[in-house]
T-cell receptor, first 113, second 115 residues
Framework: AQSVTQLGSHVSVSEGALVLLRCNYS??????LFWYVQYPNQGLQLLLK??????LVKGINGFEAEFKKSETSFHLTKPSAHMSDAAEYFC???????????FGTGTRLQVFP | KAGVTQTPRYLIKTRGQQVTLSCSPI?????VSWYQQTPGQGLQFLFE???????NKGNFPGRFSGRQFSNSRSEMNVSTLELGDSALYLC??????????????FGEGSRLTVL
């Protein structure tokens, strides 16, 4: 069965600091992996997705993630945090022939001035 | 291009009542899926529809049901509401269903409060 684990329910960084949000997946086959962001009282917005085309994936708003099969990880990073990055971030995995996403528990990112 | 539209955005019901939530996908999208978001359980998959057929169903009781119409619009229904059904219900649509990397576009959700 597929699953994802997000380490750290809360992450706090200073504005301008590196953002690192961790996600580890469990899948018996190469997965499709996603990172979504959710702002208060809103739905989910796709940040980036891994589709096996490239291990380093660049997304919107300066975010990127690297797929590491050896570590079963898909961590999300951003070199310099901005106040507007404060939100909740979800890692998700999807199988084949389905739109069913399995989400991690989420990481709330706080950015301090 | 209009996004995924969910109605109503907010609603309050009492235990034992039923509720129907509506989702209009992005024009041209034929796949619709539903998710429940609660503080305790996080984001959980409810069901997905493609061309009016339910393709997958999550681990929810039979009180939760859904359907998709020929115009791809979808509704979900929860009968005999319980306090634990209070949640944000999110709908997502995508252009393709099969296997691929098609992006799911989410609506802003319907926030249900059960008193």
């Amino acid at each position: 069965a597929q699953s994802v684990t997000q380490l750290g329910s809360h992450v706090s960084v200073s504005e301008g600091a590196l953002v690192l949000l961790r996600c580890n997946y469990s899948s018996s086959v190469p997965p499709y992996l996603f990172w979504y962001v959710q702002y208060p009282n809103q739905g989910l917005q796709l940040l980036l997705k891994y589709t096996s085309a490239a291990t380093l994936v660049k997304g919107i708003n300066g975010f990127e993630a690297e797929f590491k099969k050896s570590e079963t990880s898909f961590h999300l990073t951003k070199p310099s945090a901005h106040m507007s990055d404060a939100a909740e971030y979800f890692c998700a995995v999807r199988g084949f022939n389905t739109d069913k996403l399995i989400f991690g528990t989420g990481t709330r990112l706080q950015v301090f001035p | 291009k209009a996004g995924v539209t969910q109605t109503p955005r907010y609603l309050i019901k009492t235990r034992g009542q039923q509720v129907t939530l509506s989702c209009s996908p992005i024009s041209g999208h034929r796949s619709v899926s539903w998710y429940q978001q609660t503080p305790g359980q996080g984001l959980q998959f409810l069901f997905e529809y493609f061309s009016e057929t339910q393709r997958n169903k999550g681990n929810f009781p039979g009180r939760f049901s859904g359907r998709q119409f020929s115009n791809s619009r979808s509704e979900m229904n929860v009968s005999t509401l319980e306090l634990g059904d209070s949640a944000l219900y999110l709908c997502a649509s995508s252009l393709v269903l099969a296997g691929g990397t098609g992006e799911l576009f989410f609506g802003e959700g319907s926030r249900l409060t059960v008193l």
